[in-house]
Every structure is written in structure tokens, then in C-alpha cells.
């Protein structure tokens, strides 16, 4: 089995939550989650964070903490996501979103009510847990998980 890493952001503005929708060609098409993906050689999971973010919806971020880590996706080939609190820059047009065409087909701002009530099919029910928890305050900090960036060998994991 292989798993792969990915740096997620949850970002909170005005009490409501940033979720993307993943487009048909991509893993889970049409599952919505937070931003976020596979981290680049040399880059820190937060780095990767950010740098997704802006790159799925045109949005500047600053990770404030970590949140937690969930296993979503196929049973052989899962996905560990490892879930980062964020914020937004100041200045952000929060209603235009730039989302690259084939690779995310949809954003959204939700409350966590609308989360909670299933206003959009999640990639994995455990992100609600998160984003509770996220809600609550429930936010660690950014000192219990490792900053140094990623080699190669640490994106992906073959276990056996």
C-alpha cells in the first residue's frame, strides 16, 4: 500500500470555512475538502499548505496551527492529510475565487452548521470532526509538527 502525504489548509473567514471541490480528473471527483496537496521536494508541510492553497483558489494564507491528521481516499492507495488552521492575508477578495480549470471545479464558503449538515459530499467524513474541532478553538500549535522540508523519500510511503 501505498500512502501519500498531503498539507491541507482550513481556512476560516467570517466564521465560515474555505472547501474545494475536486474536478472529474483528479482523485475523488467532485468531493469537496479543504485545500491543499502533495508537498514539493524541499518544501515543509506548512509551505505546502500555503502554496496549494493560493494555487487552488488565487487566496493568500497564513497558517496559525495545526489542526489534526485524517486518512481519506483509496483503500490501496490512501491519502494522510495533515490539516493546518489558517487565516486569511489581509486584502483578499474573498467572492472571486481563481480556481484552475481540471483540477478544482468548485469553492465555496460554508458555515460549520452547512459542513455539519452535509451541504456538500466531503472526501472524508472526518473532515466535520476537524472543522468542530477547528470551530471550538481546538487548534495546536505549529511546534508539534516538524517543519523541515520534505525529501523525496518522505512524500510517499510504501507500507507493507
Same mark, same amino acid.
Given at each position: =500500500? ?6 491541507? +489548509? =482550513?481556512?476560516? !473567514? #467570517?466564521?465560515? /470555512? ?16 479543504? *485545500? ?30 495545526? &489542526? ?5 481516499? !483509496?483503500?490501496?492507495? *490512501?491519502?494522510? %492529510? &495533515?490539516?493546518? +488552521? ?10 472571486? @475565487? ?13 458555515? @460549520? ?11 472524508? #467524513?472526518?473532515?466535520?470532526?476537524? /472543522? ?7 487548534? %495546536? ?5 516538524? !517543519?523541515?522540508? @520534505? ?5 510517499? /510511503?510504501?507500507?507493507?
Amino acid at each position: =500500500m501505498k500512502v501519500t502525504l498531503v498539507a491541507s +489548509a =482550513m481556512v476560516e !473567514h #467570517t466564521g465560515k /470555512y474555505l472547501l474545494v471541490q475536486q474536478a472529474r480528473s483528479r482523485r475523488q471527483p467532485g468531493k469537496w475538502g479543504p *485545500p491543499g496537496g502533495k508537498p514539493d521536494v524541499g518544501e515543509t508541510l506548512p509551505d505546502a499548505a500555503v502554496r496549494e492553497t493560493t494555487e487552488e483558489t488565487g487566496l493568500a494564507i497564513e497558517i496559525t496551527g495545526f &489542526v489534526g491528521i485524517i486518512r481519506s481516499g !483509496h483503500r490501496e492507495d *490512501p491519502n494522510l %492529510f &495533515v490539516c493546518f +488552521a489558517a487565516k486569511l492575508q489581509p486584502g483578499q477578495d474573498t467572492e472571486n @475565487l481563481q480556481l484552475p480549470p481540471g483540477e478544482i471545479s468548485g469553492g465555496r464558503w460554508l458555515e @460549520l452548521a452547512e459542513i455539519e449538515k452535509d451541504a456538500v459530499t466531503l472526501r472524508s #467524513t472526518p473532515f466535520k470532526d476537524l /472543522y468542530r474541532r477547528l470551530s471550538e478553538g481546538k487548534v %495546536f500549535p505549529l511546534e508539534l509538527v516538524q !517543519h523541515e522540508p @520534505l525529501d523525496a523519500a518522505s512524500i510517499s /510511503y510504501n507500507l507493507s
